[in-house]
């Protein structure tokens, strides 16, 4: 008998000694897909078939996940110190957010004579990087609108 095992990873299939009654042929079962194959052939083209890689893969992931350990209070720490220096690298600057802050109360003065009792505050300031200008207006008893400017503050 030839051996495929140092050409072809086995590791979910196995020789099914007792037969199926649904598949009387089968001599190879891969257990991580449920299938039943009749010859090698059949085998190598059922491991290298999309659905035996994702279903691989997928059992890999899991259990990596498993395994990986619990956070500790180190990872935290690393964590909220990647986090302080992303927003001091790319965040918004009190100055910026202040900028913007006034961008909106001047759109609001301008625009109040125009539309009585609209409203203009500044939206995902605490996500905002970009230098995009972000304002949702409010008409009073109306829906609100959001405004998405590429203009910087």
């Known amino acids: 008998m030839i051996c495929f095992s140092h050409r072809v990873p086995i590791a979910h299939l196995q020789l099914s ?9 089968a001599q190879y079962y891969c257990r991580l897909c449920d299938y039943h194959c009749d010859t090698l052939t059949i085998c190598i083209s059922h491991i290298k078939d ?3 890689s994702r279903l691989a893969r997928m059992q890999e992931v899991e259990t990596t996940l498993y395994h990986l350990p619990k956070p500790n209070r180190q990872h935290l720490d690393y964590l ?17 957010i202040q900028d913007r802050m006034d961008v909106a109360a001047l ?13 203009v505050d500044l939206s995902d300031q605490s996500c905002a990087s970009s230098p995009r200008f972000n304002a949702s207006f409010q008409v009073a008893g109306s829906a609100s609108m959001d405004l998405v400017s590429a203009a910087s503050a």
């Not at 909220?80 to 910026?96: C, H, I, K, M, V």
């Not at 759109?107 to 409203?119: A, N, R």
């Open 17 to 25: 000694f007792q037969r199926s009654q649904k598949f009387p042929k």
């Open 107 to 119: 759109l609001g003065d301008v625009l109040k004579p125009v539309i009585p009792g609209i409203g």
């Open 50 to 52: 999309d659905r035996h």
């Open 80 to 96: 909220d110190n990647l986090l302080a220096r992303t927003q001091s690298e790319l965040g918004l600057t009190p100055q910026d």
